[in-house]
């Protein structure tokens, strides 16, 4: 059964820092992954969407990276801004089911 | 561009009372999706529509029913409403489910007393 899985839960740095939202999955038969962001209060928005056959995805300051012989997924964030204060969603699809698969999430503050 | 819109955003209910609770999508989305979301817990599945016209269960189905009254709308109903029942709701929808980039509505907060 595939599981997924974001740590840490929660993850405050400094305004200007770039950094790193890590997402790990157990089944490396993977159709695509995506990453997703949560304001309180609100629904999710997608962020990118990363195909199998894919390594990277970029959107402006955002990075998402794929592999799937580690089961792994990055969101890399570029000079990180206050607003980039949310929670970060990743959810994986599999070859064999079309259902999402969702992480916990990281629950990110950008500290001014 | 409105996207997904669910109705009402907000809810009391008292236990054992009735509510229906209505998404639609003006993207012309293949599938559309119910989840739950509750602290701790993450996102569950509550039911999903592959298509027009079928309708099967996720995770969570029990207490709920759902209705895919046409490409746009699938709603989400709740016989008789329980504590348990308080969460957060939300809907979503894709081209051709996890295959393709989801898109969600704003939420539907309701709490059952």
């Known amino acids: 059964k595939q599981e997924v899985t974001q740590i840490p839960a929660a993850l405050s740095v400094p305004e200007g820092e770039n950094l790193v939202l890590n997402c790990s999955f157990t089944d490396s038969a993977i159709y695509n992954l995506q990453w997703f962001r949560q304001d309180p209060g609100k629904g999710l928005t997608s962020l990118l969407l990363?195909?199998?056959s894919q390594r990277e995805q970029t959107s402006g300051r955002l990075n998402a990276s794929l592999d799937k012989s580690s089961g792994r997924s990055t969101l890399y964030i570029a000079a990180s801004q206050p607003g980039d204060s949310a929670t970060y969603l990743c959810?994986?699809?599999?070859?064999?089911?079309?259902?999402?698969?969702w992480g916990a999430g990281t629950k990110l503050i950008i500290k001014p | 561009n409105a996207g997904v819109t669910q109705t009402p955003k907000f809810q009391v209910l008292k236990t054992g009372q009735s509510m229906t609770l209505q998404c639609a999508q003006d993207m012309n989305h293949n599938s559309m999706y119910w989840y739950r979301q509750d602290p701790g817990m993450g996102l569950r599945l509550i039911y999903y529509s592959a298509s027009e016209g079928t309708t099967d269960k996720g995770e969570v189905p029990n207490g709920y029913n759902v209705s895919r009254l046409n490409k746009r709308e699938f709603s989400l109903r709740l016989e008789s409403a329980a504590p348990s029942q308080t969460s957060v709701y939300f809907c979503?929808?894709?081209?051709?489910?996890?295959?393709?980039?989801?898109?969600f509505g704003q939420g539907t907060r309701l709490t059952v007393v």
């Open positions: 990363i195909q199998s």
């Open positions: 979503a929808s894709s081209e051709q489910g996890g295959w393709a980039e989801a898109f």
């Open positions: 959810a994986a699809t599999m070859d064999s089911n079309y259902q999402l698969i």
